[in-house]
């Protein structure tokens, strides 16, 4: 399916839609045992140049594993590591083109801010003067200028996190390994260096693996999503592909808020499908085909800000609803109403709030219609 | 200070704090540390603070006074009476202090004692070298092997205590000796044709001094080396740095502490050791140790042998303290 994402329509070309590009990291079979447990299992995954690539996933999932592997601290169990075509098998650490921020930050406690930033190019043999400039730059890049002579224990986690952000970012790694590299800070300021990391990784042109299980830095930073589960990765597609086009109940529950039903499918064409769902007490016409056979079980999934909420009866036969407002979640920008359908189960519907102190477009306890379109409910099956 | 101040203290001095105001809490249950508290308060004192007291207080009673008497008995004059010593220098009210500050002077000007000083010190500086570098390897192995190996390895190291000190410095005569076990083994592998006379020489004393206290050097050297973050070292190889720089650059100033403690612990008793040096080495080694004996067992000059203690004190304690300033003052300029 060809999907346009907006946000990223400005982009170059989308390099894993094109059969001829060579992928920067290539992942393949990878499979991690710690004794007899696979904290990842059979991962294959290509990522090209200047990418900025998001592994979403819950506590436990294997990203860090993941990364870890990808920077040289884990080796393999099964599978192998290629990156820009050079096999990482036996390839120490030291030796590896990529720089990660550790999750832990890993900050050495005997060097100041300053110090600890210019060990890596100390490493290289950088001139003085030259380490002394990349660091200044990279320090105010990160806002810690005032601050380059304290030692890590004298900063906020906020603060060490970006230290350890300008430690990875300062050596310009053709691979940057990011560890939650933002969760620590507060809103603005993880927006703010949000942008600037995209900023930087557009200027750069550096490749970004990053692990989050925020899923809306997720959703704004990344070219791609990987979402990962029990050491597998369910699904890897555009962050518009992973919202609208989720293939699995675990991904559409993971990424934003998402009602869910049961039902049956009554009828199958390649153009649309019909599903009848005692739990919304009615059928319901979906505008794309899916591969099960008639009257497989299936789950329809959603979105909250896909439902049209009305008083009224909407026309039409399909994919209408009706239940009395439960409760209504006031947002700022958007109110969420929690609907309870007759057959009890419940729906959430996402209003914005467009004029200041309207009253609520329906109110507490009010029976009201529920309605979406065709092209908004989409099908799983498992 | 106010308490969110925590957080902006060291590791080390957190945990300090923590562990008194732990316990000060548990304490308040019983009385009669109440009462004490509430005394506390009134000249200024409060919880946690009161706690680290504690130990000081003891360091008070149980070092500081008998250091005193000995101070005091090295101003004194040596007689043949028992106890063998008078304050006949502090007689009539007014102080002799030629008598009294005499033997001081005499320290000096003998050669015997000057030079004691100086070779205790030199041999306790080329033992504390010598175990420093057979300890750190050591400590080293201990904190990186597997969880299983770690603690009966360090049972190892600690297996000793559990035998009487003289008993094995006895055994090193045994193993030393021109017809000893080292001999006969070095002999009996072809490396030596004429046994080596060890014993009796300044080496014996290194060994001596490097066995018995291997454990004060690696001990504190694995505590420290076993709590550091190895996710430090994965950090230093990300940015480049080779396993041998890494351990330069990290391993080696992060374990500093441990490195100083345990010199510390073998430097400063040795300086002052008796037994190794008089069984081991032979009579033409000259420790402090030794002459501070001879004066006190032999010459029965009290006064003379405190004042060679109280000597050795200083010497120790000088370099001590101006190092501590020192580093406060560094930690301070980084800041
Ligand atoms: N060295 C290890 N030995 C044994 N098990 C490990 C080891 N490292 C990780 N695991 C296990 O592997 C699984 C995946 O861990 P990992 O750190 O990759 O998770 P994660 O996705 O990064 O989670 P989080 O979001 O909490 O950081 C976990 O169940 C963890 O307990
Ligand atoms: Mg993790």
Redesign the pocket.
């Known amino acids: 399916m060809a999907i346009v994402d907006p946000a990223r329509a400005r982009r170059a070309p989308e390099p894993w839609n094109d059969p001829a590009a060579i992928p920067y990291v290539r992942i393949e079979n990878v499979v991690k045992r710690?004794?007899d447990?696979s904290?990842?299992n059979d991962i294959s995954l290509n990522i090209y140049r200047g990418e900025l690539f998001a592994l979403l996933?819950?506590?436990?999932?294997?990203?860090?594993?993941?990364l870890?592997m990808l920077a040289g601290f884990e080796t393999p169990s099964e599978g192998r590591i290629l990156i820009d075509g050079v096999d990482m098998a036996g390839v120490p650490p030291y030796d590896r083109p990529v720089n990660m921020m550790f999750?832990s930050y890993a900050l050495f406690p005997h060097m100041n801010v300053e110090q600890n930033i210019a060990f890596g190019l100390k490493q290289d043999g950088l001139p003085k003067p030259q380490i002394a400039e990349r660091v200044g730059a990279i320090l105010d890049m990160v806002q810690m200028s005032q601050f380059a002579k304290r030692k890590p224990h004298q900063l906020s986690g906020g603060q060490r996190q970006r230290v350890a952000l300008a430690r990875a970012l300062v050596k310009q790694p053709k691979l940057l390994l990011l560890?939650?590299p933002l969760a620590a800070l507060d809103k603005k300021l993880r927006e703010q260096t949000q942008f600037e990391l995209m900023t930087i990784q557009e200027k750069v042109g550096i490749t970004f693996v990053m692990?989050t299980?925020d899923q809306e830095e997720a959703m704004t930073m990344a070219s791609r999503i990987a979402v990962?589960d029990r050491?597998e990765i369910v699904q890897v597609g555009t962050p518009n592909e992973i919202y609208e086009y989720p293939n699995s109940r675990f991904v559409a529950d993971f990424i934003g808020s998402v009602n869910m039903y049961e039902g049956r499918l009554v009828e199958d064409e390649s153009d649309h499908v019909v599903i009848d769902s005692p739990a919304l007490g009615g059928t319901v016409y979906v505008d794309h085909g899916v591969s099960a056979a008639p009257g497989a079980n299936v789950w329809l999934a959603i979105r909250p800000e896909k439902i049209k909420v009305s008083r009224t009866r909407p026309a039409g036969t399909h994919n209408i609803t009706r239940g009395k407002v439960r409760d209504i979640g006031y947002l700022g920008d958007v109110s969420n109403y929690y609907v309870t359908l007759q057959s009890g189960e419940t729906m959430e519907a996402t209003l914005p709030n467009l004029v200041r102190l309207a009253e609520p477009a329906v109110l507490w306890d009010e029976e009201v219609w529920l309605s979406w379109e065709a092209e908004n409910a989409i099908v799983l099956t498992s | 200070m106010a308490r969110p101040a925590r957080a902006y203290l060291s590791g080390e001095e957190s945990r300090v704090v923590g562990f008194a105001e732990g316990l000060h809490l548990r304490l308040l249950q019983f009385a009669p540390y109440r009462g004490t508290i509430a005394l506390g308060r009134r000249v200024g004192i409060t919880g946690a603070r009161f706690v680290i007291a504690i130990p000081y207080v003891w360091l008070l009673l149980f070092f500081l006074t008998p250091f005193l008497i000995v101070l005091a008995i090295s101003f004194a004059t040596p007689t043949e009476m028992v106890p063998p010593f008078s304050f006949t220098a502090f007689a009539d009210g007014a102080i002799n202090l030629a008598e009294a500050v005499g033997k001081y002077l005499f320290l000096f000007s003998d050669s015997l004692y000057v030079s004691a000083y100086l070779s205790s010190l030199r041999i306790a500086a080329i033992s504390t070298v010598l175990t420093l570098l057979i300890g750190y390897p050591l400590a080293y192995g201990i904190a990186r092997t597997s969880d299983r190996w770690r603690v009966p390895l360090l049972m190892l190291v600690i297996l000793p205590f559990w035998t009487s000190f003289l008993i094995r410095i006895y055994a090193w005569i045994g193993i030393l000796g021109e017809t000893g076990l080292l001999n006969q083994v070095l002999q009996g592998i072809g490396l030596l044709d004429r046994p080596l006379s060890l014993l009796g020489t300044e080496w014996a004393i290194f060994f001596g001094i490097v066995y018995a206290y291997l454990p004060f050097m690696v001990l504190p050297l694995y505590a420290t080396l076993e709590k550091m973050d190895l996710s430090l070292l994965e950090a230093a190889s990300d940015l480049g740095a080779r396993p041998f720089r890494a351990f330069l650059t990290v391993t080696l100033p992060l374990s500093l502490p441990g490195v100083l403690a345990g010199c510390m612990l073998v430097f400063i008793p040795a300086v002052g050791e008796f037994v190794i040096p008089d069984l081991l080495g032979g009579s033409e080694t000259l420790m402090i140790g030794k002459v501070l004996s001879d004066e006190f067992f032999l010459n029965r000059d009290w006064p003379l042998a405190s004042a060679v203690a109280v000597t050795m004190l200083v010497i120790l304690v000088l370099p001590i303290v101006l190092f501590q300033r020192l580093r406060a003052r560094q930690a301070e300029g980084e800041g």
């Open positions: 710690f004794s447990f904290a990842v996933g819950g506590s436990g999932s294997g990203k860090t594993t993941l870890r999750q560890d939650e692990v299980h990962m050491g």
